[in-house]
């Protein structure tokens, strides 16, 4: 398996990026690309994206947001984030990438926030898309996710999480932790939904939560796949919080699997 560094330039922001190509890859098989959580880099999927390559025999590419790990950190004054955020990191940095890179109707894999990233391309590029499958995304904010990032900014004041935050985001630390903190607890946010964007999605879709979710409710599930105006799968994972490729990847893999059409190797 072929596994390389790189950094992508897009709008004059350089972004860390990892290219995974299985040995054995299918030809003309369209690229995954991961897109990470709140607090997330390219190091902390740890081998999932390799495990999934692996399986599905697809080319990925992983990468790291603007202002996560190796990229290029937020300018000043960009701390809180806009409400329309998702926005940004969808129509700049997600189209800008795939541009740049020359990716064909890519796969996306999203991962709570990068999930709802993965939705609002779907939606603001829908025949640039193959497939997306969502883990723990929000589309519009719940009284749990508020309660869930209070505990964390009380877990990152009073233990040493941001010691071990710092392995994977460096001098971006505190950066990255008030960009997601400080922006979901903005009393304005509270209103933020992308509902509304969700019947222009139409490539297939997978929806995946965790029955232990700390951070969102299975009624994410059922109001993305109420509303969007292609086929969706949902899938409600038992034993499972708020990480599904960390909890249950076995499963996570085998949907995955079926869900691109390779039901054959989710059954081998």
Request: aromatic share 8%; glycine share 6%.
């Amino acid at each position: 398996m072929k596994n390389e560094t790189f950094y992508a330039t897009v709008d004059g922001i350089s972004l860390s990026c990892q290219r995974i190509i299985p040995d054995d890859v299918r030809k003309d098989a369209p690229t995954i690309i991961f897109l990470h959580e709140a607090l997330g880099t390219i190091r902390m999927w740890r081998d999932f994206p390799a495990k999934l390559a692996a399986a599905t025999r697809h080319p990925v590419i992983v990468y790291e947001r603007r202002g996560h790990g190796r990229s290029d950190p937020h300018a000043d004054g960009d701390i809180p984030r806009a409400i329309d955020f998702h926005n940004t990191e969808s129509d700049i940095y997600l189209h800008g990438l795939i541009t740049e890179l020359g990716l064909i109707k890519p796969i996306l894999f999203g991962h709570s926030d990068g999930a709802t990233i993965a939705l609002k391309y779907a939606a603001r590029f829908p025949d640039n898309v193959t497939a997306v499958i969502s883990e723990a995304a929000h589309v519009y904010v719940e009284d749990v996710t508020i309660a869930g990032i209070n505990d964390a900014a009380g877990i990152y004041a009073n233990t040493d999480w941001k010691s071990k935050l710092e392995r994977h985001h460096f001098f971006q630390t505190d950066a990255v932790f008030r960009a997601w903190v400080d922006t979901w607890r903005q009393p304005a946010f509270r209103d933020w939904n992308m509902v509304d964007e969700l019947a222009n999605i139409t490539c297939p879709l997978l929806v995946i939560q965790g029955d232990d979710d700390q951070f969102g409710s299975d009624d994410q599930v059922d109001t993305i796949c109420a509303n969007v105006g292609g086929p969706a799968t949902k899938m409600l994972i038992k034993d499972c919080g708020h990480i599904p490729h960390f909890d249950q990847p076995d499963q996570v893999i085998d949907a995955s699997l079926k869900h691109l059409g390779l039901a054959e190797l989710a059954d081998a």
